[in-house]
């Protein structure tokens, strides 16, 4: 039947829980391919076949996800066998013994309190890290605080990562509740006070973090209490309290606090009795500890002010056998930090590009200007130092581990806050600056020459130095086909314009950048009243034969590709995948396993975390592993339907729910059904979108079209591109759509008219 499958992202780190079913069977033996190294064997993670139940968890969902908790009264796990030291040299990602349930207790000696999961991930995460040559990094500060916490009582340890696990913000003690920790935490927190990794009450001398600790009832009382309006909105009245305790400052406790503010401060901390919070220097060490330990999650914007917890996290799935890693070697030779100021520069630019997105997703573009002049100032004073110039010398995919990296992508945000701000001189001066380098980010050169072409032409009207930016950005190698196509569309719009004559001999032999279009349809669909152009409307046909005679099909809301489907299964084709670019990536996961999980290329594998090497989405990749690339795009190209089908189940019955980043389980139902599509596509064509996709797959995942389909008796497939009302194809859309035509595929672009929806039921 032709449905659509429910697609997620597959660029991103994705985990899979195991539990319940019955395991699958053993592999085939593996059908013969061309000489690409085999992987090592090590996989990070529990038995694949040890048959639990399934259960997907997204990496940009982990957060909403917390780890299970252990049952109170219980203890939880032992610590497993710590994961080996990330050295210089090979070294075999570790199969760890599958993990009991957090629940069950396990203590380190006689006489010891168990210890949990928690803390035994942060204890192997400490040990693996300070074991390698990373333990360079932390000077004797560093060091302190680390024995400090080693020094600690085991109910000490585990409160400390409890709290650590948290945001860093004041928590009232009586909103504390860990069972397994015990019920009165009062002599817990004094021994962490007394150590310095905790602050207390006493230390609360911030008016504004002090009235955050608030309900919404108190703070409601508490503006009563100050005789201001205690209506509306909570940001109203903390706003009110905080103007009141402005009038003369009391933010700091070297000051000298002015009666307001003292009142407010010490009416909140009798109305939230203790409160504690994490002592920063310390929770900076252990942040970066975490950092070191798996350098490729820390780098995800969104997750880089967590101070780490979601390293935990992957520890503790892998521990629990919730997610299974590939079978890699870690290879590490070349060293991202050459000392301690090199990863504390490179841990703060992390920190501000956080800082910089949380901003702009709040809509406080001001507020994010600021972070990024701040910053622009900070990487002005480091341009020049001689630890950057040695970033120079690191493969790029090592090389976005570096400050200089980061702070390029965060004056790349700072052009679209100007450009917001319509601030357009400032952000064409930022583009040109940005342009003038080509160590940091190459393939947002494109993106780049774009923006200030447009700003250029459109905003500052200055057409001369648009046409010359447009010539230097079709010269530019590193800018990619979408890009360069959108650069050529608009030289061209300016060439053929009678406005703009005195300019066309400035135009003159340009780089021709051409695609051929492909055939169009158009099919009618009803809108969803009220919902704009997003859904439609759609009779339920399934239903249609337990219906009785006369009686109308119910209507069902539906998306834009839904409507498409149902039209093309009306065409004949018995078989349908929306997944846009995540059906073509998974076939090319599954068809190219063993070379990207390939051994012996240093620093691809730097930890037996990863679901990709580092240079997947580079250049390099293909660089890299050409000899094998090419050998394997020309064994597809001459395999037949059979040879297809068993390369394909070999992969899929020997690494089912392994977590690889290219590959999406859930995008087909089934074995067979991938089996069936690979067959229709044909040997031909799979190495020619192999061979794109290898080459860049930065640029080439996205712009694929919406929709596979295909007929599972004649073997006649199609792709097509569906476009809403009001929709146009994109510059990377009419790229690929050229491409696959290129390949002899058959593809189209089928366009949904809006036609009007009433006198229809909706079920």
Partial sequence: MLSPVPKRPCSRLSLRARGGLNPPAPAPAPAPIPTAPETRTGACGADRRSGRLPCRLSRRHRRAAPAPAPDPGEGAAPAPDPAPAPGEGAATAPAPDPAPDPGEGAGPGKGRPPVPYYLSNFLLVME????????????????????????????????????????????KVTKLNYPDIGMDLTPTIEELSLAGLLLTESDLCNVSEALNLLSAPELKLMARSFHLRSQGQRAEILESLLHLAKQQSIFSCSQKPSSPGLAILNRVKKMVGNCVKIAAPARAVFSRLLLLFNLTDCTDEEEASCAGQNQLSTVLMVNMGHVTFPSYTVLR???????????????????????????????????????????????SQLENNSDIRFHQQLPVYLRRFTAGWVYTRIKTYGVEILQRLHMYEEAVEELQNLLEQSIYCPSSRGYWWNRLSLNLHQHLKQTDQAIHCLRKGLDDVSVHMGHRLALYQRAVRIRDSPSYKKWH??????????????PHVTIKGRLCPGMGNALFLMENTSEGPSLGQGESCSTIICSVEEVSLAYYRQQGFDQGIHGEGTTFLTLFGLLFWDIIFQSGIPDVFRNPYQACPLDLYTDCF?????????????FLKNASKETLCTLIADVWNGH????????????????????????CLGGPFLSGICRILAKDLRNGSAGLPDLVI???????????????????LSHKQMVWLDQLQRLEADVEVCHVNAVGARSHQLS
């Fill in 656 to 679: 089912r729910d392994i977590n690889a980043t290219l590959v999406n389980w859930e995008i087909f139902s089934s074995l067979q059904q991938t089996q069936s599509l690979v067959s």
């Fill in 505 to 518: 001999h400035l135009l003159q032999n340009l780089p021709v950048v051409r695609v051929q279009d492909v």
């Fill in 622 to 634: 293909y660089q890299q592993r050409r000899e094998c690339i090419e050998s394997r795009v020309n």
């Fill in 710 to 728: 295909w007929n599972s008796h004649s073997c006649q497939y199609k792709l097509a591109e569906v476009k809403g009302p009001s929709d146009q």
């Fill in 333 to 379: 030779e070349k060293k991202i930090f050459q000392h301690r100021d090199d990863l504390l520069r490179y841990n703060e630019a992390v920190h501000s590009l956080a800082e910089v997105i949380t901003a702009m997703t709040s809509g406080f573009w001001s507020d994010a200007l600021q972070i990024c002049k701040t910053a622009k100032e900070k990487w």
């Fill in 128 to 171: 693996a890290v300070l074991g390698s040559e990373d333990k360079e990094l932390f000077n004797e500060d560093d060091n302190y605080w680390l024995g400090t916490f080693q020094k600690l009582s085991v109910t000490g340890q585990k409160l400390y990562v409890r709290l650590f696990q948290r945001k860093l913000n004041w928590l």
